[in-house]
Nanobody
Framework: VELVESGGGLVRAGGSLRLSCAASGSIVSINNMGWYRQGAGNQRELVATLTRRGITNYADSVKGRFTISRVNANYTVHLQMNSLKPEDTAVYYC??????????????????WGQGTQVTVSS
């Protein structure tokens, strides 16, 4: 499984960015997709996740500002980021977890990660 992210960049505080991630491979479905981020000197942290059935989970720091969405049919997940703050500056990573492959009786529980996309918010 390969995850390819796009949409990062430089934006002023208060601005918006939209991140996208597409998964490819011999996939039947993906149960969980989401976004994590890692700022300089920090550990990787959860930003938002979304299950195939539509259950979301957001970090408290992004609630009300970020919105996660996905298109199950083409294994894509998006993160709409509004009202960005300098503290949102980080490398953002796409994640996919619990992936069903053709002919398998149980999902692959290995987490997959994208290469990361830089988001920089200037004050």
């Amino acid at each position: 499984v390969e995850l390819v992210e796009s949409g990062g960049g430089l934006v002023r505080a208060g601005g918006s960015l939209r991140l996208s991630c597409a998964a490819s491979g011999s996939i039947v479905s993906i149960n969980n997709m989401g976004w994590y981020r890692q700022g300089a000197g920090n550990q990787r942290e959860l930003v938002a996740t979304l299950t195939r059935r539509g259950i979301t989970n957001y970090a408290d720091s992004v609630k009300g500002r970020f919105t996660i969405s996905r298109v199950n049919a083409n294994y894509t997940v998006h993160l709409q980021m509004n009202s960005l703050k300098p503290e949102d500056t980080a490398v953002y990573y796409c994640n996919a977890y619990e992936i069903w492959y053709p002919g398998r009786l149980s999902p692959d529980t290995q987490p997959y990660w994208g290469q990361g996309t830089q988001v920089t918010v200037s004050s």
